[in-house]
């Protein structure tokens, strides 16, 4: 509801409270201002009116209420009296109105949410299926694969030109995976253990958190370090979030490291679209400039094997020593879908891992 129609609605209802409450005022008050309830009022037209026969009235007893409302003087007559009672059953009669008024514009607008969230919703969740067949089709026929921070071209989803539909999408290749410092079969893969411990002197973080999560992850229960294992999962992360159950792992530590970990893929990380401070982890002989400097080789003339990255220079020795931990083609995708429809807003977050030409959905967020 727009907060000028409330503005209204609390306008009305001022209006209307203040009225009843100055026609009750008027009828507890009488001409000359003295106070009467309306009992009493009652009871002092009642003593007013003659007896039958035409005797006077009976005198009031001693002690009981001396004073008699007489509506005659003090509003003109039974007129006046009824057109206090007018007032105040139109006053009601419209507060009741202005009820169930608000209550009706209220509900309707519920109801248009609710059609407009559900539309949204679908809106949204169709960018990510449109968003799995680009990737489907661009991956299928792709020797290698730069496709990172990628807005998918989209046209109009309605005639209004605030309803649109925009489709970004991410490569998780481009990341470190965390899954990987555990081999499948529980061991400790050193290489890519030593690689995450540079990720995080890399963000002066802490190197003993690798312990922690490494312990979190592998399947047996011996602790690395002092209370490692508490509570652990003994099994794969299943999204990044997860790193935030694991002991030693500060969140200011997790917001610094999120944008560059993932947990999806094949662990490979590609080197056509990986983000310099990742490329530097891969080996204590990649410093920043050596890692731009791949960036910017990369930029004119893409990677479309692993063993070009020995071409650049600087890389000749170091890449070789990287070969079969990194890739050129990528195999997990996030699609964000960010659907606006009358005013509305919805985002949908999707990992999609390819196997073969088929995207499968590996995580689901919606916000
Ligand atoms: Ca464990």
New binding site residues.
């Given amino acids: 509801m727009s907060c000028r129609t409330k503005s209204i609605f609390k306008a009305c209802y001022k209006t209307c409270y203040i009225a009843i409450i100055r026609n009750l005022f008027l009828f507890k008050k009488g001409v000359g201002g003295e106070s009467l309830p309306l009992a009493s009022a009652t009871k002092g037209v009642a003593c007013a009116t003659p007896s039958a026969g035409g005797a006077p009235p009976a005198t009031p007893p001693a002690g009981s209420q001396s004073v008699v409302f007489n509506f005659k003087a003090g509003f003109g007559g039974q007129r006046g009296s009824a057109l206090i009672l007018t007032l105040l059953v139109t006053s009601l009669l419209v507060v009741m109105v202005v009820e169930f008024a608000y209550k009706v514009y209220v509900s309707a607008n519920s109801l248009y949410e609710f059609r407009d969230g559900q539309e949204l919703s679908v809106l949204a969740a169709s960018g990510i299926d449109l968003g799995i067949r680009y990737i489907d089709g661009y991956v299928a026929t792709a020797r290698y694969t730069e496709l990172d921070k990628t807005t998918i071209p989209f046209g109009k989803v309605s005639e209004n030109a605030d309803d649109t539909l925009s489709i970004s999408v991410g490569d998780e290749n481009a990341r470190f995976n965390v899954n990987t410092i555990v081999y499948p079969n529980g061991t400790l893969n050193q290489p890519a253990f030593d690689s995450f411990q540079r990720l995080l002197r890399r963000f002066s973080i802490d190197e003993s958190v690798a312990l922690y999560i490494a312990?979190?992850i592998?399947?047996?229960?011996e602790e690395r370090v002092a209370g490692s294992?508490k509570s652990?999962k003994?099994s794969p992360l299943f999204s990044i979030d997860e790193l935030l159950l694991v002991s030693h792992v500060k969140k200011e530590d997790y917001k610094k490291l999120a944008p560059f970990v993932t947990v999806y893929g094949s662990g490979l990380v590609n080197v056509n679209t990986a983000l310099p401070e990742v490329l530097e982890c891969l080996s204590p002989d990649i410093d920043e400039a050596l890692a731009n400097r791949i960036v910017q080789y990369r930029k004119s003339l893409p990677f479309d094997m692993t063993s070009s990255l020995l071409n650049v220079p600087g890389m000749e020795q170091t890449g070789k020593t990287l070969l079969g931990r990194i890739t050129v083609k990528s195999d997990a995708f996030t699609i964000i879908s960010s659907a606006s429809l009358n005013g509305l807003t919805k985002d949908v977050a999707a990992t999609v891992i390819i196997y073969g030409t088929n995207g499968q959905i590996k995580y689901w967020k919606e916000y």
Avoid at 218 to 221: E, F, G, N
């Fill in positions: 312990d979190w592998d399947r047996d229960s294992e652990a003994n």
